[in-house]
């Protein structure tokens, strides 16, 4: 590097160009000059100047482009060696203010690492492909038979195929305890849809529905290491599934699992030929198509839409009415999945943004402090020919090696937030890709690093090299009242967002409280229940099935402790949801093949459910052992559904139906309603038919009793096992933890939202607290002016209490007016209260003004002990 | 002119330009006068061919260059040998003397092959 010639490029700037021509110039005058003192003619002189030079434009334009490399060069070495003084400097100035590094740095690192962590769950679940073959070409298709999805399939031209499954539990026996799995039925096709071949063996290719070959499986890879010991000879091996010998075709690669990440093993649907009645009954499954390129989802649609109206009389059941797939839509897979969740997720990024940008604040706040204790420094520096530029530059060098601490240790708090965040997610979040921090959540981290540095750094940079000159003349007096005031609109803008988050955390705090106080209609304490999955290959007939549960039943009453017994086929807030049914209604609506009224729920139970769960009898009685097989048939029905039917008159002794041609059905007994599905539930309307004269395979027993579940639940095991050793159950639950899990998702948000808000708030009180200290250090001065004049004591604190109170009361009213339009996007997520809930819009401004007054008052208490004299003394 | 010949005499400009730079700070008429002269223009370069020459030196840190004024008061540049520049000269002169030396000795003891 040449010291002089930059000294002197720098100072010359941009005449480059110019400076070549004049250095050429100047020798071919200097020549001339010479052969006109040796005595040619002037023009003569010139020529042989020329001559004598030789290529002159050759030379200048070679000159030219060499001055231009070098001075790229040279620009490039100057920024690298600038760059490398500022970190130099930056962090020598950390290292030399360590209380300020630390609180600033511990800010940052906290934001970062709480948008960090968020981010991975965001990316994982929302934004990244899922991890099929072309994934956006995959959509969900509305319809729900087997009947609809073989129509569909002949006939619709946007898909190259379609495939229906449902998720389901099913067992696996033979090599060790018989165990229940999340697994899936589905038609062959599934996997070539999805673009997913099988890591070993194959997956179900073609036709093992149509040519019989039912007895086959594939397994994930999970399944497969677990159970299988990894073996690699699986392929061909016979497993038992719910009781027969099945055939491994295949094991699918790891972290392959499609409805849920969960499912661990894909067993055909076992069709009936295709064109008989029978498919339209079959419903509960999901359609899946692949688009074909040419088709977009809305076209796709369209045709949807027109197939269901050609279909629409094919149903040899019920006729769906005329608006039957009127409403049917196609939607691509992810955003299926994610649907509901991706709000979530999103109003929690803003949450933590929110969070970052009062760590922003905060930090910057820092900096104005410090930049006025350093305003000589710059002013000097400036003085000394430093161009703002640069100094702004070397500014916030500095904020962005603050960040970047930050970033790193974020990183550190994002790797226990993340595995945090994991346990805390509600089941029910489709999880198809793992969550964690990999290369594209540490992109963000990095872009987040630079985004906040250059944030918190760039209005402490700018004011601090501005008006040097009072600074140079005298004390750093001059520059405070701008700083306070810039200082001032930061600690508003905190306690404004402050708000807002507390505001939201509030009102889903006031959500959660009241979901808690709503009465489901049965009784939650004290109440334990497992599912139980007998091996369908035993249990094949409706007495085996009356058979095995009345033994269980009565086994498990004789237990100690229990003190009622009961089963049902679908528990109220349970894993499944709990399916409606249409119903025919004597005299009401008769004809099964018109769209009949539907039933929110449909429920199959025991005599001694009713009971055991508590569910009030509000008229005629309930099931006995009587109602079986023979003797009339019977139903309960639940108030709403009876107030629907028969608002006037009383329900007992009136008929309902099944949807299909049936023999009529008496209700017997009106009970209270029940939430089914979610405590958000309204006016359920139910029907409970009994047990024994709709036996099904799989029920759920539910028990009352005094005693802790732990140790009944190995009691009960032994107790079940000792009835048949091949039925398998479940884990064995309590009641208050099931109902708590139907409500996760509203607890994870709450649970968060409370978090981030009183992080929010702790973050604004050290940012009350600094700038009133800091206010309180700058006017030592004034006050000790004060003081001598006659002021109190109290006087003084009131001066710093009444500024402190003048930034909170500003923050808290922009936050309760942002608060107001914001917390409607917290809409769905909000029970019992509006957005609006007054309580809360009164209550928490009130708090947020008692704590920052209480932030305000420690520097307030010792500006009242500011000694007049020294005061007057300082600087 | 082939690329051989065209490195030997960008290396000889270079010993000229440092040896002339040697004597002190100059312009580039200046080390174009100087080689002129000393050489009682034997060598008559074409004076344009300097310049890039310049060039290089200083991207070797062998000279520097810094604008002033000439003695008839004109802006120009002036460039001045580094100390790097006159340890490359010393070794390049002693190469220099070494092969000279040698052509002249070949081309002295055999008059009959020319």
């Known amino acids: 590097m040449n010291p002089r010639w930059r000294r002197y490029r720098r100072f010359f700037g941009s005449n480059r160009e110019a400076d070549v021509d004049d250095e050429l110039r100047f020798h071919l005058d200097m020549r001339a000059r010479d052969y006109e003192q040796r005595g040619l003619p002037r023009d003569a002189a010139e020529r042989a100047a020329r001559e004598r030079f030789g290529d002159y434009a050759q030379v200048d334009a070679a000159l030219r482009a060499h001055d231009r490399t070098r001075e790229r060069r040279d620009d490039r070495r100057r920024v690298l060696d600038e760059l490398r003084q500022d970190l130099r400097h930056a962090l020598r100035g950390l290292r030399r203010a360590p209380a300020f590094a630390a609180v600033a740095i511990a800010t940052l690192a906290l934001g970062i690492g709480a948008n960090t962590a968020v981010f991975s769950v965001v990316d994982a679940v929302v934004l990244r492909p899922l991890p099929f073959s072309r994934p956006d070409r995959v959509t969900f298709v509305s319809g729900s038979t087997l009947g609809e999805f073989v129509r569909l399939r002949e006939l619709s031209r946007s898909w190259s195929d379609l495939a229906a499954y449902r998720a389901a539990s099913i067992n696996l026996s033979g090599e060790g305890e018989a165990e229940r799995l999340d697994g899936a039925i589905t038609t062959p096709n599934l996997f070539s849809i999805l673009g997913v071949p099988a890591a070993r063996g194959r997956a179900f290719v073609g036709d093992e529905t149509e040519t019989g070959r039912l007895a086959a499986v594939v397994l994930s890879d999970g399944l497969w290491r677990r159970r299988f010991g990894a073996d690699p000879s699986i392929v061909g091996r016979t497993i038992m599934v719910e009781g027969t010998s099945f055939e491994v075709l295949g094991v699918m690669p790891p972290g392959f699992g499609f409805p849920s990440r969960d499912t661990q093993l894909w067993i055909p649907i076992n069709m009936p030929p295709a064109r008989t009645g029978q498919l339209w009954g079959m419903g509960g499954y999901q359609l899946l198509g692949r688009l074909r390129d040419e088709a977009s989802v809305s076209q796709a649609q369209e045709e949807l839409r027109a197939l269901y109206g050609r279909i629409r009389f094919e149903n040899p059941m019920w006729d769906p009415g005329p608006d039957y797939g009127k409403d049917a839509v196609v939607t691509a897979l992810q955003q299926q999945l994610v649907g509901s969740t991706r709000t979530m997720l999103y109003l929690l990024l803003g949450v933590v943004g929110v969070v970052l940008l009062i760590a922003c604040a905060n930090v910057a706040n820092l900096l104005l402090v410090r930049a006025t204790t350093r305003a000589r420094e710059v002013a000097v520096r400036m003085a000394l020919g430093g161009s703002r530029l640069r100094i702004v530059r070397q500014l916030l060098t500095e904020s962005l090696v603050l960040a970047a601490c930050g970033g790193i240790c974020g990183v550190a708090v994002a790797w226990v937030g993340v595995r945090q965040l994991g346990r805390l997610l509600p089941a029910d979040v489709p999880r198809l890709t793992p969550i964690g921090l990999d290369m594209r959540v540490l992109a963000f981290t990095s872009v987040l690093v630079v985004a906040t540095g250059t944030l918190f750094g760039m209005l402490p940079a700018l004011r601090a090299s501005r008006d040097t000159q009072p600074s140079l003349r005298g004390g750093a007096r001059n520059l405070t009242g701008a700083h306070r005031r810039l200082a001032g609109l930061l600690v508003s803008a905190e306690m404004a967002a402050a708000v807002l988050l507390v505001v939201a955390a509030t009102l889903l705090i006031r959500s959660a409280t009241a979901l808690q106080d709503v009465d489901p209609g049965f009784r939650v304490a004290g109440v334990a229940a497992a599912r139980i999955t007998p091996p369908r290959n035993r249990i094949t007939d409706a007495t085996a099935q009356r058979d095995l549960y009345d033994r269980l039943i009565a086994r498990v009453a004789a237990l100690p402790g229990v003190e009622a017994v009961g089963a049902v086929d679908r528990l109220p807030l349970g894993r499944s949801p709990v399916a409606g049914l249409a119903v025919r209604v004597e005299g009401q609506a008769e004809d099964p093949t018109r769209l009949l009224p539907m039933a929110d729920h449909y429920q199959i139970i025991t005599p001694g459910y009713l009971s055991t769960m508590n569910v009030a009898l509000l008229r005629g009685r309930g099931f006995t052992d009587d109602d079986r097989p023979g003797a009339p048939d019977v139903a309960i029905v639940s108030e709403s559904f009876a107030k629907r039917f028969w608002p006037a008159g009383d329900a007992i002794g009136k008929r309902i139906g099944n949807p299909w041609p049936s023999e009529w059905i008496t209700i017997v007994g009106v009970v209270r309603d029940t939430k089914a599905d979610s405590l958000r539930e309204q006016a359920t309307t139910t029907v409970y038919r009994p047990f024994a004269q709709v036996p099904t395979i799989n029920m759920t027993l539910v028990l009352r009793t005094s005693r802790a579940i732990s140790p009944l639940s190995g009691e009960l095991r032994r107790a079940i096992s000792g009835v048949d050793a091949d039925v398998p159950v479940s884990e064995i639950e309590s009641m208050p933890a099931i109902v708590a899990r139907s409500s996760a998702r509203q607890r994870f948000a709450t649970q968060l939202f409370a978090l981030f808000a009183g992080i929010a708030i702790a973050l604004g009180v050290i940012g009350i607290y600094g700038v009133m200290s800091y206010a309180v250090a700058q006017r030592q001065q004034e006050i000790g002016i004060r003081m001598a004049l006659g002021a109190s004591p109290a006087d003084a604190r009131g001066m710093i209490l009444r500024e402190g109170g003048r930034l909170a009361v500003v923050g808290i009213a922009i936050g309760l007016g942002t608060a107001a339009v914001a917390s409607r996007l917290l809409g769905g997520l909000l029970y019992g209260v509006t957005a609006t809930d007054p309580l809360t819009f009164a209550f928490v401004p009130a708090a947020l003004a008692v704590v920052a007054l209480l932030a305000s008052y420690v520097p307030a208490r010792r500006a009242t002990r500011v000694d007049p004299t020294t005061a007057l003394r300082a600087d | ?114």
Do not use: C
Not at chain 2, 14 to 41: P, V
């Open chain 2, 1 to 114: 002119m082939s690329a051989d010949s065209r490195d030997l005499l960008q290396g000889t400009l270079a010993i000229l330009i440092l040896k002339a730079l040697l004597g002190g700070t100059s312009h580039g008429y200046g080390i174009a006068r100087w080689i002129e002269t000393t050489t009682d223009d034997v060598l008559r370069i074409e004076e344009g061919s300097l310049y890039p020459a310049l060039r290089r030196l200083e991207d070797r840190g062998w000279v520097t260059s810094e604008w002033g004024l000439s003695e008839n008061n004109r802006r120009a540049r002036f460039y001045t040998i580094t100390s790097a520049g006159r340890t490359h000269v010393r070794g390049e002169a002693a190469a220099w003397m070494r092969y000279s030396a040698a052509v002249a000795r070949v081309i002295g003891a055999e008059p009959s092959l020319i």
